[in-house]
């Protein structure tokens, strides 16, 4: 990359900076937002937001979506000019200076190397924060943000530094073949990952049975779990306490048999109407009952395969058009392995989509399933699941008119509007009919 490029892109960068801390500059602080909308909407036909709220949407939605742009492109170009300017490569030497055993040298160059990536990203994870915290939808302290930062680099250095030092020893043994073998290898850490990650959000949230704090909702999602035949007792109801880090609302189904359970956010059961909970929960249920858990770990793999392959054929080009200029040595050497990263935040923009469509579609699945599980237990199904979508997008600070290019591109859930929409029009019961998962 020429000088001028690098120039432009970082010109670029800071203006998009301004952009976003102007469209701050334009929306007073908030108070927290924790006032759910539906109660001011007796019957909504779709998702709607108005006043400060709207405003609000509008702006940080505006910079959510110019955080995610600058974000990439930051990614890249650290990633290039690490590369490019011979850090990488003085880094290695550095590395193999101090250290005698291979393991080390590789293992530090590592530890090195995400401790720079990091600390090069950490001014827009700040402020990210500090958006989130202006608008109230983040309520959490500095010192609690920085706990929950400190957790996921521990585990980023312990965790991914061992997996680099094993595929950077598979370039070594198999220079043609090495992508495959890496993947044999994450394909299994993707089960592994499912199955543990419900033990890793207690890193970050406590997690309390939900009869401690809401017994009377408890027992009024009995029905919902018979239902739904999701068999999930009291005893494995849970709440997540996290008032005192968002305003947000979720809910989720994990786990595998013995330690299968409910989780819901405490902000949720605070605020939110139990009929409203009850269809939040019918489409967490539906997840599980229609095992989107283990068909998403299938497609992941699969495209996991797709993107091991992308990168590595792209890593072997940049690698033979910029290993002299860059100073890299081998391929197999750390430095040399680095392009892989790059030649992985190239291919991974591009596969990110097709990920994301088939996350909307289950999740789209889940809503009809939410939307049938609470017929016959709450008065009006239809009005129930749109008066959810209000609160929802109302808490999160959605804007009601969402962007087209970002929700294909980015969105893992389809927009709060369009879903609202679509639980406005779904009746499959009009007329004597039935829903695709419930008889009646
Ligand atoms: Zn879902």
């Not at 690490?82 to 160059?109: D, I, N, W």
């Not at 979720?250 to 409910?262: D, E, I, P, S």
């Not at 009929?275 to 249920?285: K, P, T, V, Y």
């Not at 980015?410 to 419930?438: C, I, L, M, V």
Request: glycine fraction near 6%; proline fraction near 4%.
């Amino acid at each position: 990359m020429s000088l001028s490029a690098k120039s432009i892109l970082i010109c670029a960068m800071l203006a998009v900076m301004a952009l976003s801390v102007s469209a701050i500059a334009q929306s007073p602080a908030t108070a927290p937002n924790t006032q759910p909308v539906s109660a001011a909407q007796p019957h909504a036909d779709s998702y709607q937001l108005s006043g400060v709220q709207l405003h609000h949407a509008i702006a940080i939605t505006r910079v959510r979506h110019i955080l995610t742009i600058v974000g990439i492109l930051w990614s890249l170009l650290t990633l290039w000019l690490f590369l490019a300017l011979g850090f990488a490569a003085k880094l290695e030497r550095y590395c193999q200076g101090r250290f005698h055993l291979s393991f080390f040298q590789g293992a530090f160059y590592f530890i090195f190397f995400f401790l720079i990536m990091t600390a090069l990203d950490l001014p827009l994870s700040l402020y990210g924060h500090h958006v989130e915290q202006h608008f109230g939808v983040s309520v959490q302290t500095w010192s609690s943000w920085f706990g929950d930062f400190t957790i996921s680099l521990a585990l980023e250095l312990i965790f991914g530094t061992l997996l680099l030092l094993l595929f950077n020893w598979i370039v070594r043994r198999s220079p043609r073949r090495y992508w495959f073998w890496s993947w044999l290898i994450i394909a299994p850490l993707i089960v592994f990952g499912t199955v543990v990650s419900p033990y890793v959000e207690q890193l970050y949230d406590k997690v309390e049975p939900l009869n401690q704090h809401h017994a009377a909702l408890s027992t009024k999602l009995d029905p919902l779990v018979a239902r739904t035949g999701t068999d999930i007792p009291d005893s494995r109801r849970y709440i997540a306490l996290v008032s005192d880090k968002s305003t947000g609302y979720n809910a989720y189904v994990t786990g595998l048999g013995a330690t299968k359970r409910m989780v819901i956010w405490d902000t949720a059961a605070a605020h939110m109407p139990d009929d409203e909970i009850l269809f939040m929960m019918g489409h967490e249920s539906g997840h599980y009952v229609l095992h989107h858990l283990p068909k998403q770990i299938v497609i992941d793999i699969f495209i996991t395969l797709i993107a091991v392959f992308l990168t590595a054929k792209l890593g072997e080009r940049l690698h033979a058009r910029y290993a002299a200029k860059w100073q890299l040595g081998e391929y197999s050497s750390r430095a040399g392995f680095t392009v892989l990263f790059l030649a992985l935040s190239i291919v991974s923009q591009f596969l990110s989509p097709a990920m994301n469509a088939v996350s909307r579609h289950y999740e789209h699945e889940a809503d009809i399933y939410g939307q049938e599980a609470i017929h016959s237990l709450v008065l009006n199904p239809q009005q129930t699941a749109i008066r959810a979508f209000n609160d929802l997008g109302a808490a999160w600070l959605e804007d009601p008119n969402p962007n087209l290019f970002f929700d294909i591109w980015f969105g893992n859930h389809p927009s709060t509007t369009d879903r609202a929409n679509f639980a406005a029009h779904y009746d499959p019961w009009a007329n004597g009919g039935h829903g695709q998962f419930f008889d009646k």
